[in-house]
């Protein structure tokens, strides 16, 4: 199938690149040119595992190219996905100006084709695709919708870090189609995936993107609440939660404890449910509650290392792990921005180490001291935090942390083993 992608972000150019391996035509689209070529040059303008290998491949096989004309593109195509970023604005709402810039370009362009569907992949809030995209595209397109042109709802449900796998291998596909005609088009696309098809209406697949990402955030939080009593009681919450995750009415997955959840969705999409929710006149109290679980869970490693050394000011704190998970250089809304924001406030000397993010990391914290690797940022330390778990920091040994002025170990993820480093001391085990 011929498709047009419209956003090059890490969920548009992930899903050209799968979609590109099934052997569709795909043009990606986006304004910066820069990226542009460097997709066209076979080089990813994101880290994401597998990504740099399969662009390549797909660019060789023809199957893929990018450019920054949209209307030639969505001319040339059968299928259009808007896969543009929806940030938050100031109050926690979904900001849709590249949505609506998107839909104005797919529109002009469709004034002059034949009958295409036109699908979002971008997190909207329930009613955005029928109450701001259909109308800007039959206004645009001269056109309407059903009739001129076909629109479906599409949500994403990639993790990053294994984008290319969530999109090869999903769980399930969700369609929210504005007529029979239009998610044909998408079934007949998704039809070779193996994965269970869910056809529906828009706004239900809307809604079923932030139900999900509720929901999983809702998982963490709640394992994070049991494992503070856990901590309280003296176990370790990774054996309760084993035990619950084998009750076939949940999933053993998403049920780790820690340093709370970060990331550009889960943050982004439970803030929009909330204020959707208000602006429906529903007061989401449990969600409320979720967010504000996880903002006291990230500062509670602070709290952690002031029982064990005291006041802070002027101690040297390694902080190793920086991004919000491994396996990404992403530090959007990650644990580390407030456990660092903290130690500096207190006056600690903090010396971070990330194998990935700490180029980002620079620039919300230009002042702290970023080491080469994990030896130079535990050398002399008072105390270490551990903050993102990274397959480097699993294979820490007892002797690695020799260098260290006192062994105060604390893990906001569970990375270490107690056969390893016996002394280690976790958030929530
Ligand atoms: C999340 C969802 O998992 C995807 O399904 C969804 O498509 C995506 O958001 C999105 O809306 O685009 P992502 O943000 O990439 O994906 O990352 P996750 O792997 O879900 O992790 C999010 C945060 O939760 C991380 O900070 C991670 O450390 C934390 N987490 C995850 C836990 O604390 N415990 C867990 O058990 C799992």
Redesign the pocket.
């Known amino acids: 199938m011929k498709i047009a992608i419209i956003g090059t972000g890490y969920?548009g150019l992930c899903t050209g690149v799968g979609f590109a391996s099934k052997g569709n035509n795909v043009v990606c689209v986006d304004i910066e040119e820069e990226k542009v070529n460097k997709i066209n040059s076979g080089v990813p303008p994101i880290y994401e595992l597998d990504l740099e290998d399969m662009l390549k491949d797909s660019i060789k096989s023809k199957n893929l190219r990018a450019t920054t004309k949209s209307q030639e593109a969505v001319s040339a195509s059968e299928l259009i996905l808007i896969c543009v970023g929806t940030p938050s604005d100031e109050k926690g709402r979904i900001d849709l100006r590249y949505v609506n810039q998107a839909a104005q370009d797919i529109g002009t362009a469709l004034k002059d084709c034949d009958y295409k569907v036109v699908a979002v992949k971008s997190?909207v809030i329930p009613e955005t695709v029928e109450s701001v995209v259909i109308p800007i595209l039959e206004e645009y397109s001269g056109k309407k919708a059903g009739d001129g042109f076909g629109v479906c709802m599409n949500p994403?449900?990639?993790?990053?870090?294994s984008?290319l796998k969530?999109v090869l291998h999903p769980d399930r596909t969700v369609i929210g189609e504005f007529d029979k005609r239009s998610g044909d088009v998408l079934e007949r696309l998704y039809k070779n995936f193996n994965a269970p098809i869910l056809r529906t209406k828009i706004k239900v697949a809307e809604l079923i993107?932030y139900a999900?990402?509720g929901f999983?955030?809702t998982?963490?939080s709640y394992?994070?609440e049991i494992g503070n009593i856990c901590k309280r009681l003296g176990v370790d919450v990774y054996d309760v939660m084993k035990g619950v995750g084998m009750d076939h009415r949940f999933s053993p997955?998403?049920?780790?404890?820690?340093?709370?959840?970060?990331?550009?969705?889960?943050p982004k999409?439970v803030a929009a449910l909330i204020e959707k929710a208000k602006e429906l006149n529903y007061e989401p109290k449990l969600l409320e509650e979720v967010v504000a679980i996880n903002k006291r869970q990230k500062v509670r490693m602070v709290e952690h290392l002031e029982k064990r050394v005291g006041d802070v000011k002027d101690k040297k704190i390694s902080v190793l792990g920086l991004s919000?998970?491994p396996n990404t250089d992403d530090i959007r809304e990650?644990?580390s921005l407030d456990i660092i924001k903290s130690l500096v406030e207190k006056g600690a000397n903090v010396f971070a180490y990330d194998p990935q993010a700490m180029e980002l990391m620079k620039r919300e914290f230009p002042h702290i001291n970023y080491t080469e690797n994990v030896a130079e940022s535990l050398k002399d330390a008072d105390a270490c935090l551990i903050v993102?778990e990274w397959d480097e920091f699993k294979k820490l040994k007892n002797e690695d942390f020799d260098s260290m002025k006192t062994r105060v170990i604390l893990e906001g993820?569970k990375v270490l083993n107690k056969d390893d480093v016996p002394e280690f001391d976790g958030i929530c085990w």
């Open positions: 969920v997190t994403e449900f990639l993790r990053e870090g984008a969530d993107k999900n990402n999983l955030a998982k963490i394992s994070n997955h998403f049920f780790s404890a820690g340093a709370g959840w970060g990331g550009s969705c889960f999409d919000f998970k990650a644990s993102t993820r």
